[in-house]
């Protein structure tokens, strides 16, 4: 128990550069990455070629002339063994070419360059408004309720941010169109013509983490009011804010962000559902049209491009984990 | 120390990747005898118990029983051992007869398990008539009581004991060590009996062996080695009891 | 357990979730049966009509009724979710468990699979599963139930580690009970309520991730409809029929919103409630003065008292009325003095420790008739006077050293930030002073480690560098709260010297608490022995093993073996358990373990009294032989 624990942390003596724990966190980190980049860009290819069928057949529809459909494939190598296929996929992707659209024949990378600022817009925008709101409302509310403090706020937020919490974006939605373009007629409710048409989908995607992220915050926060290091603050004697902000709230930012990682992680995939509501022209509402299209190469593509946004989120997360807490990068040794 | 009997530990090593946690440890548990295992956390001590019941794995030496291999597999298993911690060692939602009985070894009728667990409860001072309880409704010492008897149950040559009575309140460590020495009487166990107190260890082993670093670095018997010890570590530990009288260390007066 | 169970429904919240998971469920069963034929009717003449009387939510592009169409939908929607989960958690259990039954490596390659997978958000890897599983319900079903699969196989892994790790499945494993057995009868048992709980949960998710699908086109396909099929006919027209969007979509809300409430009350109710544990936190009121009698402390002159507490008391409400755990301490601390409490856990001890110093966290109230430190009533309002005299002439330790430090911040500026407040010194100063005290309590290189995080400290390094925050002013008295039971004996031998020479060089007062009597017996002067909220003997240090007057601490230093003890004889045993504090008997509360015990004894609380040497005890039958030794035989622990 707490004998075993007070020597397994003497830290062991360790000489040259890629000893440093700097240094091991970030080689380990980049490893992960590549391995991760590795598995995604392997399903994407993998994908085209586990669908049931023809691609091109279906694609291109049952009426077309079996000529068209041969010369297509032949066009986009899939009549070559597997291996030489997946090659070539790979030694397009590192030149930037994303392929051909069998609907439209535009190159593929045309199609992603027009599209994903939009997402990306609407992306780092949720981003931002759900952790402004979440991080002073989750601390407020864990100092609030700190130990049999405020019992019938900590109900009231729970509850709330529970329900709100669950409500998804995409009805969530529904229902500011409903009540902010349809009966109000205050705003926008399709397209990124205007500064104002950002407002609905912007909150849409952001309330729900918000929400949930909040609610991490206050429960960490609450448990780490308890921690003996607090109390070892308290005894200090040091300020109230000091005790709260100085040495409560990153401990409480470190323990809340390996979920709200996963939080954030799912708003880049949430912009699909959230840009079908307001017909945003990004990447979420090309995906949805081009698998009923059976664009496969387009789908291919975005997959891929959403499949990034996720690492880079989760690394950037790492990293900052690692910055506000020392710990976390020998964790994993 | 070198009869064929009882439990061998021979130049065992155990890594754990880089680090080596037990280094080339011999040492003989004879049958019949109690050995105290004792050093700090981190010494290897606990490891060296674990690599004896296949929880840790060897990667040199080997440990024997009565000169064979002790089996980590299959039913039959002749070495036990009792855990530090009373409420991690007990199925929190299997009742503790079940826990005794499944140790047992197999071939027995319902009826004949039944009253093995019962002679096993009596054996440790526990009502026959609990079998059926929950761990939840037992306390501490209670319940380091069960786990005696379900080591036990196995028909175990040799017991290993490691740090049972640490996580146990003063005035119930008492109890847990006089059944220890009972038992020990009574059945003519054998003993491993790892404890970072030295006093506690006096009182139970007649052997002690010192383990630093992943090594042992004295051995013999129990009273040699707490009064008259060779080696500066062993020093430094009776030295570092507290109320100990050591003669290097003058007693605080203020 | 069953009645953990039922305490889902005591909630409000609870029992809302349950009742509307119930009819979520009844109208699945029911709805299709009662009014398909609705339903489906065909009214050419009202095609995409608005709410009316005839229509409640309206009418389609055929002229079908919303409301019948979104009722009828309920069983799709639900059996579509509940096949899901069950993919999903079939698939998660089989991950999840995979390392536990097949070993080391394997378990490595599963849990790197499950790390990258969990990466990715659900719905995306719902759409990569809809592409390739193609678009319709089937596909839709596979794809939302695969791609929940990763979160379940992560959360089957962690729970069936935490599970493995513990002692019993070692047990298992050693009486030579096979793994596929160990999982069956000791593991899934022990995980099943938080899966339950998170299968609940999950239904609730895939009922609402099927929704979005089905918004998108991607899952269920004409002439069938689910509730996302519904919604997505029904946005197309939500400016000439919100009621089209508005109904289907109240229906994904509520339903989900029913699964995932009841599984969040259900793990409300099984999980551990909030108990109290007795923590400190932020000052509680201490209220004034009980009764202003000048009651000297017995046995001292009180010239020199650093630390000077009458009455102690410490309150914490319970379920059924207050619970008391000090119940009147007083006693006295003088200049350079050591003084030991001893007791065992729920004794008191530690909580007397930080009632003194105003440690104790509301809702525990502290009420004393004196609390004085140098003379300054402890008892005032929290002030910025009183927290600087507190910050610096009052130093505590805490017993876990690993946990009483911010992880997040570096040692230099931990021991810094006391000086910046209490002494104003700037950054610079204060660093400097912070690097000279961990010099001062022997740590080496002290430049180096003060820029160091604290688990870059050893265990007895941490705990040196603790009480060097407390020499950062200039205390009089030190408070350690077991400062020693989580280190090595070598280790705690340098934190006891350490503790003695600070003690010696600046006539430093020192009250330590600790469960051990061999520790208390060595370090202090004088010892206080507390049982059940009270003080029960306050003797010397040196009477401790051979003259103690009490019974309690007499049993309490003949139950510990030392290097002196009779190897011949059994040790002493205290036979029962110590008291809760809840539930304190009348009378003396050590009688019921007590060997000298009389009727006086269970109904008279006997009154800690001066004996004029200075020695305290409270017992009627103090100092009286103890005739019969307690034989092991007949312990009993009830």
Redesign the interface.
């Known amino acids: 128990m707490s004998l075993a624990s007070s020597v397994a942390s003497t830290p062991a003596p360790r000489v040259g550069v890629a000893s440093h724990p700097w240094v091991r966190f970030g080689l380990r980190r980049l490893g992960r990455l590549l391995v991760s980049l590795w598995v995604l860009v392997t399903a994407s290819f993998l994908m085209i070629h586990l669908i049931p069928g023809d691609p091109v057949r279906a694609a291109l529809g049952p009426t077309a002339p079996a000529s068209l459909v041969a010369a297509r494939r032949a066009e986009m190598g899939l009549d070559d063994p597997l291996l030489v296929q997946y090659w070539h996929y790979l030694q397009h992707l590192f030149t930037g070419d994303l392929g051909t659209s069998m609907i439209s024949q535009l190159p593929v990378s045309q199609i992603v360059s027009q599209r994903l600022p939009a997402t990306l817009q609407l992306a780092l925008l949720a981003f931002a408004v759900a952790i402004a709101a979440a991080v002073p409302l989750g601390v407020a509310m864990g100092v609030l309720t700190r130990r049999g403090h405020g019992r019938r706020t900590e109900l009231a937020f729970t509850t709330s941010s529970v329900v709100v919490g669950i409500v998804p974006d995409f009805l969530l939605g529904v229902g500011l169109v409903y009540v902010f373009g349809v009966s109000l007629g205050w705003l926008p409710v399709a397209g990124d013509a205007t500064p104002s048409a950002y407002v609905l989908p912007v909150l849409s995607l952001a309330i729900g983490p918000a929400a949930i992220l909040s609610r991490i915050i206050r429960v960490e926060m609450v448990t780490i009011l308890e921690a003996d290091f607090v109390r070892t603050a308290r005894a200090k004697r040091l300020p109230a804010r000091t005790i709260y902000l100085g040495h409560a709230l990153p401990n409480a930012l470190t323990a809340s962000l390996t979920l709200g990682g996963l939080l954030l992680s799912a708003m880049v995939a949430g912009t699909v559902l959230v840009e079908n509501v307001f017909a945003w022209p990004g990447l979420g509402s090309t995906i949805v049209s081009s698998i009923l299209n059976k664009d496969y190469q387009v789908v291919q593509a975005i997959v891929l491009v959403y499949g990034v946004g996720v690492l880079l989120v989760n690394t950037l997360v790492d990293v900052a984990l690692a910055l506000i807490d020392p710990r976390s990068t020998i964790r994993e040794d | 120390m070198t009869t064929e009997g009882g439990l061998r530990f021979e130049d065992v090593t155990v890594r754990y990747g880089a680090t080596t946690a037990v280094d080339g440890v011999s040492l003989t548990v004879p049958p019949g005898q109690v050995v105290g295992l004792v050093g700090e956390s981190g010494s290897g001590k606990s490891t060296l118990a674990r690599a004896a019941v296949g929880l840790a794995p060897v990667c040199a030496g080997r440990i024997t029983l009565d000169g064979r291999p002790v089996p980590t597999r299959g039913r039959r298993r002749p070495l036990q051992m009792v855990f530090q911690d009373p409420y991690s060692s007990l199925d929190p939602r299997m009742r503790i007869g079940d826990s005794i009985a499944e140790a047992l070894p197999p071939g027995r009728s319902r009826a004949e398990r039944r009253a093995e667990v019962e002679r096993l409860l009596e054996l440790v001072h526990l009502d026959p008539g609990r079998a059926a309880v929950l761990p939840a409704l037992l306390s501490g010492g209670q319940r380091q009581r069960v786990a005696l008897a379900r080591a036990l149950a196995a028909d175990p040559q040799v017991v290993i004991a490691d740090e049972i009575t640490s996580a146990l309140d003063v005035s119930i460590q008492g109890a847990v060590l006089n059944l220890v020495r009972e038992l020990q009487r009574e059945l003519g166990l054998s003993l491993l009996f790892i404890s970072h107190n030295l006093a506690v260890v006096r009182y139970v082993a007649s052997h002690v062996a010192v383990m630093h670093d992943g090594a042992i670095v004295e051995e013999g018997p129990a009273h040699r080695v707490l009064t008259d010890p060779c080696h500066d570590y062993t020093r430094e530990l009776l030295a570092a009891v507290p109320g100990s009288t050591a003669p290097d260390r003058p007693r605080r007066t203020p | 357990m069953w009645r953990r169970w039922r305490g889902v429904l005591r909630t409000p919240?609870g029992l809302g979730a349950a009742a509307l998971t119930a009819a979520v469920l009844v109208l699945a069963v029911v709805a299709p049966m009662l009014w398909t034929d609705d339903a489906n009717a065909v009214d050419t003449g009202n095609i995409l009509a608005g709410a009316s009387g005839e229509h409640w939510a309206g009418t389609d592009n055929l002229g079908r009724d919303i409301l019948y169409r979104t009722l009828v939908a309920t069983r799709l929607s639900v059996e579509l979710a509940v096949a899901a989960t069950a993919i999903a958690v079939l698939a998660g259990l089989v991950l999840g468990t995979a390392g536990f039954v097949l070993g080391r490596r394997s378990s490595r390659l599963v849990s790197?699979t499950i790390n990258?997978a969990v990466?990715?958000?659900?719905?995306?890897l719902a759409?990569?599963f809809?592409?390739?599983f193609?678009?319709g319900a089937t596909g839709a079903v596979f794809a939302i139930g695969l791609a929940g699969a990763p979160v379940f196989g992560r959360l089957t892994q962690t729970l069936v580690a935490g599970v493995a790790a513990?002692?019993?499945i070692?047990?298992?494993?050693?009486?030579?009970?096979g793994r596929l057995r160990i999982l069956v009868?000791?593991v899934l048992?022990?995980i099943a309520e938080p899966l339950v709980v998170n299968a609940t949960i999950g239904a609730?998710g895939a009922l609402?991730?099927f929704?979005?699908l089905s918004?998108?086109?991607?899952g269920v396909q004409q002439p069938d409809y689910d509730w996302g099929r519904l919604?997505f006919d029904g946005?197309g027209s939500?400016?000439v029929n919100?009621a089209a969007?508005?109904a289907p979509?109240a229906a994904?809300?509520l339903a989900?919103?029913a699964f995932?409430?009841l599984g969040?009350s259900i793990a409300k109710a099984l999980g551990v409630g909030v108990v109290g544990g007795i923590?400190?936190?932020?000052?509680a009121p201490v209220s004034l003065a009980a009764e202003d009698a000048p009651v000297e402390p017995a046995g001292h002159d009180g010239t020199d008292l650093v630390l000077d507490v009458r009455d102690l008391e410490v309150t914490f409400p319970g379920a059924r009325g207050p619970i008391r755990p000090v119940r009147g301490v007083s006693f006295g601390v003088r200049r350079?003095?050591?003084v030991g409490v001893v007791g065992?856990?729920g004794s008191g001890k530690s909580l007397t420790a930080l009632a003194v110093?105003r440690?104790v966290?509301?809702?525990g109230r502290v009420e004393a008739s004196r609390l004085e430190l140098l003379g300054h009533d402890l008892r005032a309002r929290d002030s910025r006077a009183q927290?600087?005299l507190?910050?610096t002439s009052l130093t505590?330790v805490?017993q876990?050293?690993?946990?009483?430090?911010?992880?997040?911040?570096r040692m230099g500026g931990q021991l810094a930030?006391?000086a910046r407040?209490?002494q104003g010194m700037d950054r610079r100063a204060a660093l400097a002073r912070a690097v000279d005290r961990l010099r001062a309590v022997r740590i080496g290189d002290p430049e180096r480690r003060a820029h160091q995080?604290p688990?870059?400290?050893?265990?007895?390094m941490r705990q040196r560098a603790?009480i060097g925050?407390g020499l950062m002013g200039s205390p009089a008295l030190i408070v350690a709260d077991e400062p020693t039971?989580?280190?090595?004996?070598?280790?705690?031998?340098q934190v006891?010297d350490l503790l003695?020479t600070i003690?010696?060089a600046d006539d430093v007062a020192l009250v330590l608490i600790s469960?051990?009597?061999?520790?208390v017996?060595?370090?202090c002067?004088r010892v206080l022995v507390m049982y059940a909220g009270r003080i029960v003997e306050d003797l010397p240090a040196a009477d401790l093993a051979g003259s103690a007057r009490h019974p309690y601490t007499r049993?309490?230093v003949a139950?510990?073996?030392?290097?002196d003890?009779d190897?011949d004889q059994?040790?002493?045993?205290?036979p029962g358990?110590?008291v809760d504090p809840a539930d304190v008997p009348p009378g003396c509360a050590y009688a019921a373990r007590c060997p000298l015990a009389t009727a006086r004894c269970r109904a008279e609380d006997p009154p800690l009294e001066s004996d004029g040497t200075g020695r305290r005890v409270a017992c009627w039958h103090a100092g009286e032989p103890i005739a019969v030794e307690i034989a092991?035989?007949e312990?009993v622990?009830v």
Do not use: C, K, W
Request: zero cysteines; glycine letters at 10%; charged letters at 20%.
């Open positions: 919240l790197a990258i990466a990715f958000p659900g719905i995306l759409l990569f809809a592409v390739i193609g678009v513990r002692d019993f070692s047990a298992a494993r050693i009486a030579g009970v009868r000791h048992p022990n609730g609402l991730s929704a979005g918004f998108l086109g991607l919604l946005v939500i400016y919100p969007a508005l979509g994904v809300l989900g919103l995932n409430l969040e923590p400190a936190l932020g000052p350079g003095e050591a065992e856990s110093s440690l966290g509301e809702p927290r600087r507190l910050g505590m805490f876990d050293p690993m946990t009483s430090f911010n992880p997040t911040r930030e006391v407040h209490h995080y688990h870059e400290f050893s265990g007895g603790m925050m039971t989580a280190l090595d004996v070598t280790v705690q031998q006891l003695a003690r010696a469960h051990d009597v061999t520790v017996g060595e370090v002067d049993a309490l139950a510990v073996p030392d290097m003890t190897l059994p040790l002493a045993v205290i358990r110590p092991d035989r312990e622990e």
